[in-house]
């Protein structure tokens, strides 16, 4: 109750919440590269930005050229970079060693000052180069420190000093390719300077003979496919080149109990069509689970593509340009639409792709794999490659086997979980009901217009005037602090099959009386 001097008083409260659209074309994945931090998903736009993280590419893993390729067509990536743990649960047992260096200082007895290592483990630090000379501002108290890669000259740093006291303190450089550790224990800090020369790091190792442990990980040190725990804004998890059925089982797994992701997987190299289906199925040769799940989807065959590191053409796994197909379907469009077919599933810069069913006379092989769930990329003249199916890997017919529809619902309860957020914590009665539905409701027109359903239907009490006219928040499940809403939604659906009916008439006859006989007729 207001008291004391009249006076006016203003308050402001926010009723302008909405459902927001959640952010499109991204993808998880995981792999070997170059250097670049470990089991630390780092956010890549661009190819320059790639190599500028984690290097080029490699003549031992397919990995850099694959996410060059997503990223190509304009997807943006959460990249993990995978090295070996002799035990995955412990995160101490990295094989992957930075190369390092330690110098001495300039006292007549020298120690060691300071440690100089590279910014991430792997044997591309081992060409590293440190040279320590004079400041030219100070010679009696600063030193220069350059970086070297090869012979390339590629970081410079003047006038350091090693007083922590210091704004040029050497401990607060900022580097792309080096980290140091102040070592000295002496007082006087002029002789604590490093000595003048030249130092080259080593010791690095790669850490590369990976194992399916190393690709899967562990929860307790966020390792392997737990390395994305905290990524909440990417729409396809991949592990682009490994077709171990114990990599796939895991992934399909890892997105099925975290439900906003799809694991995006292949068969492996130089199968047939029908072997292809046994590894889906896990028979024949193969003696693993079926792989089923909705949230997940696998490609076939391997495509062919020129490799400019070796200047060959050769044949790698077709995932990096399937999350680039979503990421141009999702930009192009939404994610209610198929990433596939000839307007938003081309290939790009690829040359081939080792085996066609879309071929004459393979229609028998294509029909196999499509009702197995495995989607092809096909060779057509007239629209060359394109991937050419979009079904999940569920084996039970319903729309959630249709991956349109599994990644719409996972933008879809992606943007209504957040909105929903923000009223936890709010009073369980009628009018939050109302201003629940009044929030929700626009969104989803707009999503109906954008093609995501035909039609869509919420009911959350929003009509109700009290408890007593509620049908589903009852007073039992308000006094838990239950709040319920039911959503039913009728998805888009993609066309799969054309039928185009063609007649040949008599010359006099009447197209609208045949036209009628012919629908009458079916």
């Known amino acids: 109750m207001a008291s004391g001097l009249p006076r006016v008083t203003l308050t402001e409260t926010d009723l302008s919440q909405f459902v927001d659209n959640p952010q499109t074309g991204i993808s998880c994945v995981e792999g070997i590269t170059e250097k670049g931090p470990v089991n630390k998903p780092q956010l890549i736009s661009s190819a320059i930005q790639f190599e500028r993280v984690f290097g080029g590419e490699l ?17 943006v990536l ?19 060693l930075n190369a390092n260096i330690e110098i001495k200082d300039r006292q007549e007895t020298p120690v060691n000052t300071l440690k100089i290592k590279a910014s991430s483990p792997g044997i591309w630090g081992n060409s590293l180069k440190i040279i320590i000379s004079e400041s030219t501002l100070d010679s009696e108290n600063l030193f220069t420190l350059k970086v070297y890669d090869g012979d390339d000259e590629v970081e410079s740093f003047s006038d350091l000093s090693m007083s922590d006291s210091s704004s040029d303190y050497v401990e607060n450089i900022s580097s792309s390719y080096i980290e140091i550790e102040d070592l000295s224990t ?18 690095g190792n790669d850490g590369t003979t990976v194992t399916d442990a190393d690709y899967i990980g562990s929860s307790t040190n966020s390792t392997g ?39 995006i997987t292949e068969t492996p190299f130089n199968l047939t069509p029908s072997e292809a289906v046994n590894f889906r199925l896990g028979k024949g040769v193969y003696n693993h689970a079926t792989f089923q799940s909705n949230y997940g989807a696998m490609y076939y065959p391997k495509i062919k593509v020129y490799d400019v590191l070796t200047q060959k053409e050769r044949y790698i796994s077709p995932v990096g340009d399937v999350l680039g197909v979503m990421a141009v379907n999702d930009y192009t469009a939404n994610e209610s639409f198929v990433p596939a077919g000839s307007r938003r599933g ?28 495995i989607n092809p990329i096909c060779l057509f003249d007239d629209t060359g490659i394109v991937v050419w199916g979009a079904q999940t890997l569920q084996r ?39 201003e ?15 093609r ?71």
């Open 59 to 75: 003549k031992t893993s397919d990995f850099p050229l694959i996410v060059k390729r997503a990223l190509s067509y304009g997807a």
């Open 78 to 96: 959460w990249v993990s970079r995978i090295a070996h743990y002799t035990d995955i649960t412990d995160a101490s047992s990295l094989t992957a």
């Open 186 to 203: 002496v007082l006087n800090k002029k002789l604590a300077r490093p000595a003048i020369g030249t130092y080259i790091l080593n010791g």
């Open 225 to 263: 496919l737990y390395s994305f725990d905290d990524i909440t804004d990417a729409m396809q998890l991949a592990v682009p080149g490994v077709c171990s059925p114990a990599v796939i089982s895991a992934g399909l797994g890892y997105c099925e109990t975290r439900k906003d992701m799809v694991f």
């Open 346 to 373: 081309k290939l790009l810069n690829a040359l081939g792709i080792d085996v066609n069913v879309a071929g004459k006379g393979r229609a028998g092989e294509a029909n196999y794999i499509c009702e197995n769930q």
């Open 396 to 434: 039970q017919a319903s729309l959630l086997r249709e991956l349109n529809v599994r990644r719409m619902l996972i933008a879809v309860e992606k943007a209504v979980a957040s909105y929903a957020r923000a009223y936890i914590h709010q009073p369980d009665d009628p009018q939050t009901w109302r």
């Open 436 to 450: 629940f539905y009044r929030g929700i409701e626009p969104k989803f027109r707009d999503w109906t217009a954008s």
């Open 452 to 522: 995501f359903f035909y039609d869509y239907r919420i009911y959350c009490d929003q009509d109700a005037e009290s408890l007593e006219d509620a049908k589903l928040n009852t007073p039992e499940s308000v006094q838990r602090g239950e709040f319920k809403c039911q959503i039913l939604v009728k998805p888009v659906v993609g066309i799969k099959w054309i039928s185009i009916d063609c007649a040949i008439t008599r010359l006099d006859a009447d197209f609208d009386e045949t036209l009628t006989d012919m629908l009458d007729s079916e």
